[in-house]
Antibody, heavy 122, light 106 residues
Framework: EVHLVQSGAEVKKPGESLKISCKASGYNFNTYWIGWVRQMPGKGLEWMDIIYPGDSDTRYNPPFQGQVTISADKSITTAYLHWSSLQASDSAMYYC???????????????WGQGTLVTVSS | DIQMTQSPSTLSASVGDRVTITCQASQDITNYLNWYQQKPGRPPKLLIFHASNLETGVPSRFSGSGSGTLFTFTISSLQPEDIATYYCHQFDNLPFTFGQGTKLEI
């Protein structure tokens, strides 16, 4: 059974760095894209980025390019989302999700983590 | 970016009703569209992929149709547990984009 387990809620100050994680199990981590989706309080879903752990190929949604970094550690089947300098506007719920499709394509997010709430406040 | 416009934004219905949500894409996305359900405090759940394919384990009262720029999501007989927000999602082109959501109320 596929499971994505995310790290716990974080409270940070503006300017601090942060890395949240998503531990995957129950499938071949190397052969599925995995990505992050942001949901700001009371708002809709925004796709941020995806990574193919097999070769570390990455794709970013332009508003998030340069603001966050997606990475993956194949040895522990874990994906990460990293901020080098948080802003108050980064306060949101962040979901990781496995992306499936034909071959090694990314078409639909079929399994989701439980979410990590990030609060950035001085 | 491809814009996805859902309507309505909010929908009030009764148990047993047939419910329909529409999603319009700003350009032709063939059938590269998915539908998700999100209940309060929960992550989204995939219901329909490639416009009309029911995800494993999803009740058959949920269905999707459409192609090109206009897509429809239908609940044939609304159940109390269907209270949620529903999102469409296009994967024809990067960046992936979601509709703004349709909040379903009973």
């Amino acid at each position: 059974e596929v499971h994505l387990v995310q790290s716990g809620a974080e409270v940070k100050k503006p300017g601090e760095s942060l890395k949240i994680s998503c531990k995957a199990s129950g499938y071949n981590f190397n052969t599925y894209w995995i990505g992050w989706v942001r949901q700001m309080p009371g708002k809709g879903l925004e796709w941020m980025d995806i990574i193919y752990p097999g070769d570390s190929d990455t794709r970013y949604n332009p508003p998030f390019q340069g603001q966050v970094t997606i990475s993956a550690d194949k040895s522990i089947t874990t994906a990460y989302l990293h901020w080098s300098s948080l802003q108050a506007s980064d306060s949101a719920m962040y979901y990781c999700a496995r992306c499936s499709g034909s071959g090694n394509s990314c078409y639909y997010f079929d399994h989701w983590g439980q979410g990590t709430l990030v609060t950035v406040s001085s | 970016d491809i814009q996805m416009t859902q309507s309505p934004s909010t929908l009030s219905a009764s148990v047993g009703d047939r419910v329909t949500i529409t999603c319009q894409a700003s350009q032709d996305i063939t059938n590269y569209l998915n539908w998700y359900q999100q209940k309060p405090g929960r992550p989204p759940k995939l219901l329909i992929f490639h416009a009309s394919n029911l995800e494993t384990g999803v009740p058959s009262r949920f269905s999707g149709s459409g192609s090109g720029t206009l897509f429809t999501f239908t609940i044939s007989s609304l159940q109390p547990e269907d209270i949620a927000t529903y999102y469409c999602h296009q994967f024809d082109n990067l960046p992936f984009t979601f509709g703004q959501g349709t909040k379903l109320e009973i």
